[in-house]
């Protein structure tokens, strides 16, 4: 519990072909047996993750993929979940022992596609002469890079040499974002200011603890030198009758953002931790104009909604029937759900008239932006829960009244439909 958590970490992709030392690569780079290293191509199958610090980027999560040139009908399955990893990568590691090709260039080319940054690591070094541990890739290559502007880091996972090195350059090619903390909300009140934070324990609350969004938004607070009030749903109004001074805003649950509207008074910005973590993993303003999208929906029509996380479905489970069960009322008959959870997001979004997101509190940034450039291509409108269920509410724009941007595109896109 007192990790950083993963959505929040620099996620570094390891790539190559097989064989070429990745898994020996990641070991050494984190000090520990952290994936399965043989002299047999395609040892790692599955894309392996480690979480870890790592001097001097901080926080990070290394993804240890398996080889592009896997062969076979697994190994075309091993490639496809490799070329997955791309979309939740911050910063990419190509990794080479010398050999040149194809592979390496589908590599860049994935890697350009996503405006990755990358360098490549040419592994082995202590097959090179001493004073030139870089010749294990040919002369001719390293220029071709240079003249790209791609870095070239001599490695020996072998012996343990220039990993210092593949460090520095992470963190040189380190996005910013993925660096330093984002704000949450503590940009959204002065110092000094104060926050009431609705927190509902319900049956979706974890026993003993908060969940993910709500602690992050206590620490941002804290961090902002700000202050919070933390109430339940039915104390809200008692709550803010009792202050001398109404706070600068109230964050609610959306699952409780009708009622929290209705003991808000007016005056006081309110909106969602839902709403927030749109802000902070996505584009809220694209996530409010897709919210648009529901007022077109009818009878028939096709939605997908998807989790980034896997748990064990409540009996009024938030993604499987809550948000269901308001968009067919809203729609005024019935609609198909499709549900999808975990780090892969489904091959056919094409099929739908609306994906709802989750808040995406355990993904990165990157991951959560990469699934809504698919929608995008795809044509289909993406919104996330707490947008999606302040609209069946009806207190959307209540909700954005914080966002001016993100309210003007709903509003927009709205007046289109």
């Not at 390891?14 to 000090?31: D, M, Q």
């Not at 990993?163 to 984002?182: K, N, S, T, Y």
């Not at 003993?208 to 709500?214: A, H, N, T, V």
Request: aromatic share 4%; with cysteine; net charge negative.
């Amino acid at each position: 519990m007192q990790d950083t958590p993963r959505g929040l970490r620099l996620h570094i992709g390891i790539y190559g072909r097989r064989n070429v030392g990745k898994s020996s690569l990641l070991n050494g780079l984190v000090g520990q047996g952290a994936s399965i290293v043989s002299d047999t191509p395609g040892t790692t199958t599955d894309p392996v993750e480690k979480t870890l610090e790592l001097d001097p980027v901080g926080p990070v999560v290394f993804i240890d993929t398996a080889g592009i040139d896997d062969e076979g009908a697994l190994g075309a399955l091993r490639r496809e979940r490799s070329e997955r990893a791309l979309d939740r990568t911050d910063v990419a590691l190509l990794v080479t022992d010398g050999a040149w090709g194809r592979d390496e260039e589908a590599l860049e080319a994935a890697f350009a596609a996503r405006k990755l940054p990358y360098f490549v690591v040419a592994n082995k070094a202590d097959l090179a002469p001493a004073d030139d541990p870089a010749a294990v890739l040919p002369e001719a290559v390293r220029d071709a890079l240079a003249g790209r502007g791609i870095a070239v880091v001599a490695a020996s996972a072998l012996l343990g040499k220039g990993l210092d090195a593949v460090r520095e350059r992470i963190a040189m090619l380190a996005p910013e974002h993925a660096i330093a903390q984002p704000h949450m909300l503590s940009d959204l009140v002065p110092p000094g200011g104060l926050v009431v934070l609705v927190v509902p324990i319900d049956l979706g609350a974890p026993r003993g603890r908060l969940i993910l969004p709500q602690v992050q938004a206590i620490r941002d607070l804290l961090d902002g030198d700000q202050m919070c009030l933390v109430v339940k749903e039915r104390e809200l109004r008692a709550a803010l009758e009792r202050l001398s001074a109404p706070p600068d805003l109230v964050v609610c649950d959306s699952q409780v953002v009708l009622k929290a509207a209705a003991d808000t008074p007016p005056g006081v910005p309110l909106t969602t931790f839902s709403i927030l973590m749109a802000r902070l993993k996505g584009d809220l303003v694209e996530l409010a104009r897709g919210a648009a999208a529901i007022e077109r929906l009818g009878p028939g029509d096709r939605v997908l909604i998807a989790e980034a996380c896997t748990h064990h479905p409540l009996a009024d489970d938030i993604g499987r029937v809550k948000i269901p069960r308001w968009l067919r009322q809203y729609a005024g008959g019935d609609i198909e759900i499709d549900v999808t959870a975990g780090k892969e997001l489904s091959d056919d979004m094409a099929a739908y008239a609306l994906v709802v997101h989750c808040g995406g509190c355990v993904i990165n940034r990157g991951n959560m932006l990469a699934r809504l450039r698919a929608a995008r291509r795809a044509g289909v409108p993406m919104t996330n829960y707490g947008l999606a269920i302040s609209l069946t509410q009806g207190v959307l724009p209540r909700a954005l009244g914080p966002f001016p941007a993100a309210l003007d595109a709903f509003r927009a896109a709205a007046k289109g439909a």
